[in-house]
T-cell receptor
Framework: NAGVTQTPKFRVLKTGQSMTLLCAQD?????MYWYRQDPGMGLRLIHY???????AKGEVPDGYNVSRLKKQNFLLGLESAAPSQTSVYFC???????????????FGDGTRLSIL | SQQGEEDPQALSIQEGENATMNCSYK?????LQWYRQNSGRGLVHLIL?????REKHSGRLRVTLDTSKKSSSLLITASRAADTASYFC?????????????FGTGTRLLVSP
């Protein structure tokens, strides 16, 4: 079982360049999330999706866009990269449960992104 | 910010000793979760405790939750060098369909042989 797979693992970009981070899960989970992790801070939610074809903004969505065309994939895009977006990006998935049910999230190993 | 606070920020112990980490939060929750992160890796779910539970065990892990004090603790007994990692608490609230997890800043645990 691969679980949650993120590609690429590392990337260096120049300011103004664009790129897409890919997250794929093989657990048939409904919910998927994109977080960023910065030194001294907890993970912060960028965008999330509650199902194929649906996305929504999280806590820090500015400068990012997402798409969920297939249930197993969740893409995070940076249209014009800025140094402030240097971070480690994590994707997570979660099984859909009953209303107000409690489920753990399953994380990928992250993408380390540097913007010069 | 509704970010949780973890204490201590760093903890250094010897193998065989117990490690205790604390987490405080600010809002009402449905659950509280603990995750481990090894260097350069993603977060791995350890244990989830519901808001109506007070204590939960999983192997060498013991988690307590005091909703009146808005705090939780994670105890790792008989620690091993392999337990060296960062540990994060995350409070879970389910709003309109999705579960909002708010993470703490983590405790870095170093277990020396």
């Amino acid at each position: 079982n691969a679980g949650v797979t993120q590609t690429p693992k590392f990337r260096v970009l120049k300011t103004g360049q664009s790129m897409t981070l890919l997250c794929a899960q093989d657990m048939n989970h409904e919910y998927m999330y994109w977080y960023r992790q910065d030194p001294g801070m907890g993970l912060r939610l960028i965008h999330y999706s509650v199902g194929e074809g649906t996305t929504a903004k999280g806590e820090v969505p500015d400068g990012y866009n997402v798409s969920r065309l297939k249930k197993q994939n969740f893409l995070l895009g940076l249209e014009s990269a800025a140094p402030s977006q240097t971070s480690v990006y994590f994707c997570a998935s979660e099984q859909r449960g009953y209303i107000r049910s409690n489920q753990p999230q399953h994380f990928g190993d992250g993408t380390r992104l540097s913007i010069l | 910010s509704q970010q949780g606070e973890e204490d201590p920020q760093a903890l250094s112990i010897q193998e065989g000793e117990n490690a205790t980490m604390n987490c405080s939060y600010k809002t009402s929750i449905n659950n509280l979760q603990w995750y481990r992160q090894n260097s350069g890796r993603g977060l791995v779910h350890l244990i989830l405790i519901r808001s109506n539970e007070r204590e939960k065990h999983s192997g060498r892990l013991r988690v307590t939750l005091d909703t009146s004090k808005k705090s939780s603790s994670l105890l790792i007994t008989a620690s091993r060098a392999a337990d060296t990692a960062s540990y994060f608490c995350a409070t879970g609230r389910r709003d309109t369909g999705f579960q909002k997890l708010v993470f703490g800043t983590g405790t870095r645990l170093l277990v020396s042989p």
